[in-house]
T-cell receptor, first 117, second 113 residues
Framework: GAVVSQHPSWVICKSGTSVKIECRSLDFQATTMFWYRQFPKQSLMLMATSNEGSKATYEQGVEKDKFLINHASLTLSTLTVTSAHPEDSSFYIC?????????????FGPGTRLTVL | GDSVTQMEGPVTLSEEAFLTINCTYTATGYPSLFWYVQYPGEGLQLLLKATKADDKGSNKGFEATYRKETTSFHLEKGSVQVSDSAVYFCALRSTGGGNKLTFGTGTQLKVEL
């Protein structure tokens, strides 16, 4: 299989604090990981694409200083929401693409629900 | 820009009923089209895909046909089961768009006995 986990599955934090979300590929190596966010009744929106060992590529309109992405290894990428505010409350989902495989299939994590009070 | 529109849910059906979830898209060129399914507490899983016009993707009794003339990729199943209860996402990937997927809003399906 190709399993992707996220931790935590949900988090509640106070406004102004930072929150880190982890995305791990459990049984494969991932050269590329993607971060999405989803608002209620809206579609998944790609935030950024991260490649292992290099800087993430952010989509237009996504603040790179607010959403820090680190892809330090072939099995782990982290998303840190800095100085979180209530408008950052959302469902964050990561996906990963297998290293060394020609398929472009993405494997998705179960998501992390962030609530900022 | 690219966009995907799918019917709002929730869709509630009785077991063995026929399912259709509509999906239409806007994209330049010839995108690849996908249906993903998300079961409660799990990540999105690829259900089926089609990469060119008139292709039919199928898996687990679900089918969808790539209709370029109507820019649609409707998901169908002849007889749903309670275990099909999930959220279904239609998505596209444009030609030249790398691995960037554009998703619809998702449609929740509830199947009751």
């Amino acid at each position: 299989g190709a399993v992707v986990s996220q931790h935590p599955s949900w988090v509640i934090c106070k406004s102004g604090t930072s929150v880190k979300i982890e995305c791990r590929s459990l049984d494969f190596q991932a050269t590329t990981m993607f971060w999405y966010r989803q608002f209620p009744k809206q579609s998944l929106m790609l935030m950024a694409t991260s490649n292992e060992g290099s800087k993430a590529t952010y989509e237009q309109g996504v603040e790179k200083d607010k959403f820090l992405i680190n892809h330090a290894s072939l099995t782990l990428s982290t998303l840190t929401v800095t100085s979180a505010h209530p408008e950052d409350s959302s469902f964050y989902i990561c996906s990963a693409r297998k290293a060394g495989v020609s398929t472009d299939t993405q494997y998705f994590g179960p998501g992390t629900r962030l609530t900022v009070l | 820009g690219d966009s995907v529109t799918q019917m709002e849910g929730p869709v509630t059906l009785s077991e063995e009923a026929f399912l259709t979830i509509n999906c239409t898209y806007t994209a330049t060129g010839y995108p690849s089209l996908f249906w993903y399914v998300q079961y409660p507490g799990e990540g999105l899983q690829l259900l089926l895909k089609a990469t060119k016009a008139d292709d039919k993707g199928s898996n687990k009794g679900f089918e969808a046909t790539y209709r370029k003339e109507t820019t649609s990729f409707h998901l169908e199943k002849g007889s749903v089961q309670v275990s099909d209860s999930a959220v279904y996402f239609c998505a596209l990937r444009s030609t030249g768009g790398g691995n960037k997927l554009t998703f619809g809003t998702g449609t929740q399906l509830k199947v009751e006995l």
